[in-house]
């Protein structure tokens, strides 16, 4: 075999192995695949998927579980494709306690890790039936309704990147996290610790569709982890979401 046969039949093998790396998880995540998307995405394996449709009511989507107009205004042209969760296998929050120098005892309570991933689909013909949808801020806006939800402020400058080839938009906020009702069995425990709420938005028009993602958890190490969830966009290499890491603002 000639060198520059061998050349050619070591590149193929390259690319062939390249291309098969791109399509198969690593052991701790989990593929998930829409063939009228042209999607693929490579989630952490803690979480689980759940029923999109629990996170609609009265025909909106309800953005990291807050009911409120002005946000269901913003939310209800969008359609849920893809829910993941991270499942709560223990307590809602732990509590310690320590004894302190002076004889006192110093109290910690410690919320449950939460998180959740949102995938969903702008309907244009829903969007077209108000307003045209010609407008050239449609995907930053998508994005930065993490900057609309009551409470939230800001962490992240809103900014265009890439993943590959495919161009995304990016916001990122904070803020409380909305009150849940406390099990009737429970009304008498220890108080529910008030959590904060991490959150991003990012937003791609990929193959005629125009597609957001919403991230959200209570630590912002968490944050980080889910939103380095790969994703793979029709035949290109299966990159991460957002690379970089993010930080909170100061309080």
């Not at 790396?21 to 989990?30: C, D, E, M, Y």
């Not at 999109?52 to 909106?60: A, C, M, N, Q, T």
Request: aromatic residues 6%.
């Amino acid at each position: 075999m000639t060198f520059a046969i061998r050349t050619l039949v070591a590149s193929c093998f390259l690319a062939a192995s390249l291309a098969a790396s791109a399509q198969t998880p690593t052991a701790s995540t989990t593929q998930w695949e829409s063939e009228a998307l042209k999607l693929r995405l490579f989630y952490p394996s803690d979480l689980v998927k759940a029923d999109p449709e629990k996170v609609l009511r009265d025909g909106h989507l309800m953005l990291f579980n807050v009911d409120n107009p002005k946000l269901a205004a913003e939310t209800h042209c969008l359609r849920p494709a893809l829910l993941l969760e991270l499942p709560q296998s223990g307590p809602a929050q732990t509590t310690e306690s320590q004894p302190t120098a002076d004889g006192g005892t110093h109290v910690t309570i410690t919320p449950a890790i939460t998180a959740t991933i949102l995938l969903a689909e702008l309907d244009v013909d829903c969007l077209n039936a108000e307003h045209e949808s010609s407008s050239t801020t449609l995907l930053a806006d998508l994005a930065e309704i993490v900057n609309k939800v009551p409470g939230m402020k800001p962490i992240a400058q809103p900014s265009w990147y890439n993943v590959g080839w495919q161009k995304v938009h990016m916001a990122a906020a904070q803020g409380p996290a909305p009150s849940q009702p406390q099990p009737a069995d429970q009304k008498d425990s220890q108080p529910t610790v008030p959590q904060p709420l991490y959150t991003m938005g990012l937003s791609t028009n990929w193959n005629s569709h125009l597609l957001v993602w919403y991230f959200a958890s209570n630590n912002i190490d968490t944050l980080n982890r889910i939103t380095k969830t790969t994703v793979r966009f029709g035949r290109a290499e299966a990159v991460p979401l957002y690379p970089v890491p993010m930080g909170t603002a100061a309080p």
